[in-house]
């Protein structure tokens, strides 16, 4: 409600041809706008660290930082989305996916930024070719998914960023599947989740692999002398 009301704030006052771009001029317009003291003290700080001149997405990333500072992501959240959804830029986006990898909610990145790159996208087409120019590749798992009747390593790979993967059916976790190497394949089926996460915090489309091993010829040995004698 604060980014709205300090946004239609500004937008009236550069209406009436006032110089907006200063940082008494900006308190002024957010005192009258009855925009909370909180609020007040990061847009101006936002204003003086930003060449967009109090542009409401410098603002709404910097009150979200503010807010992450004091462990308060549900908040960022709400700010960085009610400022996209006001027609926010590629930096909104990355913010938000960075917000939600933060806190290890690696579905809701996905999500985002499969909702900004598809083909059929209503988001600006400037934002969505940027983001998905800096979105990681898919992952890819080698040897390719499929049934085997011998036991086999799985190796993921990824063009860029860092690489998470799960093997026991579930999203991965930032904080505990850091690939490490080749992944070797129990009897039975299995599922490997595989996702690549930029430094921006742009997570890659979620990969998802699924193997079968069966009719594994196992080797037999005998330990009993009788039995080998025989």
Do not use: W
């Amino acid at each position: 409600e604060n980014v709205r009301r300090y946004y239609q704030a500004l937008s009236n006052q550069r209406k009436n041809g006032e110089d907006s771009h200063s940082s008494d001029k900006l308190k002024l317009i957010m005192q009258s706008a009855g925009i909370d003291v909180e609020y007040r003290k990061v847009a101006v700080a936002a204003l003086q660290n930003s060449d967009s001149t109090g542009g409401k997405p410098a603002v709404a990333i910097e009150l979200a930082e503010h807010y992450k500072s004091n462990g308060n992501y549900t908040k960022a959240e709400y700010t960085l989305s009610n400022a996209i959804a006001d027609g926010g830029g590629a930096d909104l986006y990355i913010a938000l996916c960075k917000t939600y990898i933060e806190q290890d909610k690696i579905l809701d990145a996905v999500k985002l930024m499969d909702a900004v790159c598809r083909n059929d996208s209503t988001v600006n087409a400037q934002v969505t070719q940027a983001l998905r120019e800096m979105r990681p590749a898919t992952p890819v798992a080698t040897p390719d998914a499929g049934f085997y009747n011998q036991y086999i390593s799985v190796s993921v790979t990824a063009e860029s960023g860092t690489l998470y993967v799960n093997t026991n059916g579930e999203y991965p976790s930032i904080f505990k599947d850091a690939y490490t190497g080749p992944i070797a394949l129990a009897d039975g089926e299995n599922s490997i989740y595989a996702v690549a996460v930029s430094e921006e915090g742009i997570p890659s489309p979620m990969a998802i692999f699924g193997f079968t091993i069966g009719g594994v010829i196992e080797e037999v040995v005998f330990t009993d002398p009788a039995m080998e004698a025989a």
